[in-house]
């Protein structure tokens, strides 16, 4: 099983930055994708990035240019840095690590508790 750990959220004014890691534990070497998801209050869960084991990058439409998302395999944490923030990206920020089923289009996902990110003056 893998266990994932977010950490580096908090308050920042709007144009400021924060980094957000995932620490993760467990059988990681099976692991084909990590995420970053969010979800504000009243809203639904969104992806915002994701690295897969081969190093492809992909980004919500809204974070391109501003946030990056890296993994450091010595540390084996997933990174989410987040430039240039604005109100609407406050939310809860999760660390999502997904598998594939031998023989399946299905996959496991494993999450994290989550860490807050509040973007506000």
């Known amino acids: 099983q893998v266990q994932l750990v977010e950490s580096g959220g908090g308050l920042v004014q709007p144009g400021g930055s924060l980094r957000l890691s995932c620490a993760a534990s467990?059988?990681?070497?099976?692991?084909?994708?990590w995420d970053w998801y969010r979800q504000a209050p009243g809203k639904q869960r969104e992806w915002v990035a994701s690295?897969?084991?081969?190093?492809?990058?992909n980004y919500l439409d809204s974070v391109k240019g501003r946030f990056t998302i890296s993994r450091d395999n010595a540390k084996n944490t997933m990174y989410l840095q987040m430039n240039s923030l604005k109100p609407d990206d406050t939310a809860v920020y999760y660390c999502n690590a997904a598998r594939p089923v031998l023989n399946s289009a299905r996959m496991v996902n494993y999450w994290g508790q989550g860490t807050q990110v509040t973007v506000s003056s």
């Open positions: 467990g059988s990681i070497f099976s692991i084909y994708t």
């Open positions: 690295i897969r084991s081969g190093g492809n990058t």
